[in-house]
């Protein structure tokens, strides 16, 4: 199993800057695609950013500009760095892998972290 775990959530008024971080453990052959999500409530879970494991980007256009993914060296941890935050980025972001098991390919999500931009 693996896990993926999540911090860098929090409070922080508008304009300001969050890190998230995400880190995965288990057992793990390799991973591919990585990403942040998130969800605010009444809506549905939106992608915020993706990074393949060869470091191509994809963003939502909301956050184009303001936030920046990334992953470490060894591809177990992606970042999300969120900039000029707004009230409207307030939600619950979680953490997305796509693990590569050798022989098998699963996707796994974080517990989520609170992110709440105050206005």
């Known amino acids: 199993q693996v896990q993926l775990v999540e911090s860098g959530g929090g409070l922080v008024q508008a304009g300001g800057s969050l890190r998230l971080s995400c880190a995965a453990s288990g057992s793990i052959f390799s991973i591919d695609a990585m990403g942040w999500y998130r969800q605010a409530p009444g809506k549905q879970r939106e992608l915020v950013a993706l990074?393949?494991?060869?470091?191509?980007?994809n963003y939502a256009d909301s956050v184009k500009g303001r936030f920046t993914i990334s992953r470490d060296n060894a591809n177990t941890t992606v970042f999300l760095q969120m900039n000029g935050l707004k009230p409207e980025d307030t939600a619950v972001y979680y953490c997305n892998a796509n693990v590569n098991h050798r022989t098998w390919l699963r996707n796994y999500w974080g517990q989520g972290t609170q992110v709440t931009v105050s206005s």
């Open positions: 990074i393949t494991s060869g470091g191509s980007t």
